[in-house]
Nanobody
């Protein structure tokens, strides 16, 4: 079982920056990706960025050039650098780890960290 703990959310003015971190504990085998999703108020959860086991990164178009995802060498921590924050970035941000094993995919989620951008 994988446990995820996010940190780094908060209240920030538009144009500001934040760094979100997610520490994974437990055995991670069959890693597919580590990533960040977000759920804005009244909306569905959406993918923000992910980094695959091979190191490939993917971003939703709305954050390209402003968000940077990275994973430490040990593969236990995934971070999200956020710059030039916009009001529409306000959301609960969730860390996600996806693994595969015996033909099944497993998704693990953190509890979420609130990011609020004031205009």
């Amino acid at each position: 079982q994988v446990q995820l703990a996010e940190s780094g959310g908060g209240l920030v003015q538009a144009g500001g920056s934040l760094r979100l971190s997610c520490a994974a504990s437990g055995v991670i085998s069959g890693l597919i990706h580590m990533g960040w999703f977000r759920q804005p108020p009244g909306k569905q959860r959406e993918l923000v960025a992910l980094v695959t086991a091979g190191g490939t990164t993917n971003y939703v178009d709305s954050v390209k050039g402003r968000f940077t995802i990275s994973r430490d060498n040990a593969g236990n921590t995934v971070s999200l650098e956020i710059h030039s924050l916009k009001y529409e970035d306000t959301a609960v941000y969730y860390c996600n780890v996806r693994t595969s094993g015996t033909g099944l995919m497993n998704d693990f989620w953190g509890q979420g960290t609130q990011v609020t951008v004031s205009s």
